[in-house]
């Protein structure tokens, strides 16, 4: 079976799940003012689940659709940073994230590098991060830092997406106060479905008590494996559960997407047409049509 009839079973099977017709999300129209950024946190606090790849694959896919994009690597691994080639670890404190959450005068402008897809911006992130998490706590207004951080570069961008850590700690809890909205990514798996309820809870608790205009613009179903029963079972359960809230765009398990890390570049450069790269493509599509970025 090749790339365009699994990406199509993948699509179909989720709208059928969903008694519909899979939508035809249109190509958006291009931006003519670039600025006023939607900022997305890609959030589970289960790891393994493809945030960092859906972070930097969804970002990739929007820039290729005109968008000005901003990628924030908030997870002291510095995952995000090493999928696009940069090994952060190796950087400068005053070359991080870290620095500019935690300098109020620094020059964010200075530390924000340049991705190999045009219009596909990063912030990076190394294990200096992990210390503000008792920082972060300790400070008067230390969960609004990243809010404000960002504050300066909304106008440069029309999304910035936050690939977070997988706990619920200062450092999530940030992200969520600076964010617009939250993207669940979730696995395809029984432990992952049930994780979610504590998880809706936590991101209930941030928008009653820090920030009442985050909304959850969906979950997006990831490592899906079709002949597995129990990923279809599962996925089934999404959709009977939160049918209204999950994205109808899948992410399928394949081996590129471990391919792209070590080739230090999204899925739509490294396997342009592969079934991934056309699922992302399709989702960034759907998340403009969804009203959850420009």
């Known amino acids: 079976m090749n790339a365009k009839s699994t990406f199509d079973d993948d699509v179909a099977t989720t709208a059928t799940l969903l008694g519909r017709e899979p939508h035809n999300f249109p190509i958006p129209a291009p931006i003519a003012e670039h600025g006023d950024a939607k900022v997305i946190s890609i959030f589970n606090q289960k790891g393994g689940v493809g945030k960092t790849t859906s972070t930097i694959n969804l970002g990739a896919a929007l ?40 300098t109020p005068d620094a020059n ?12 596909l911006d990063f912030l990076p992130a190394n294990r200096d991060l992990g210390t503000a998490e008792t920082t972060l706590g300790a400070e008067i207004g230390g969960q609004q830092y990243l809010k404000r951080a960002l504050g300066r570069l909304r106008s440069e961008y029309d999304v910035i997406l936050i690939d ?28 992952a ?13 941030v928008r009653s008590f820090l920030n009442p205009e985050l909304k959850l613009i969906g979950i997006l179903a990831t490592m899906y494996d079709r002949k597995t029963l129990h990923n279809r079972e599962v996925l089934t359960a999404i959709l009977e559960k939160y049918p209204e809230d999950v ?13 792209t890390t070590v080739a230090g570049e999204p899925i739509t450069a490294y ?8 699922s992302y493509r399709r989702l960034a599509r759907e998340l403009i049509a969804r009203g959850g970025a420009r």
Do not use: W
């Open 63 to 102: 820039a290729e659709l005109g968008r000005r994009v901003l990628l924030v690597d908030f997870d002291p691994q510095g995952g995000l940073s090493l999928g696009l080639g940069v090994n952060a670890h190796a950087l400068p404190l005053e070359n991080t994230v870290y620095y500019a959450l935690m």
């Open 164 to 191: 977070c850590q997988p706990t619920m700690g200062q450092l999530t809890i940030n992200a969520l106060v600076a964010s617009d909205e939250v993207i669940v990514p979730l696995q395809c798996e029984y432990f």
């Open 247 to 259: 994205f109808e765009t899948i992410i399928a398990k394949t081996i590129r997407f471990a391919e």
């Open 193 to 205: 479905l049930h994780g979610f309820i504590e998880l809706k809870g936590n991101i209930d608790k």
């Open 271 to 278: 396997a342009s047409s592969s079934g991934g790269a056309q």
């Open 108 to 119: 964010i402008d200075e530390i924000v590098l340049k991705s190999s897809v045009a219009g």
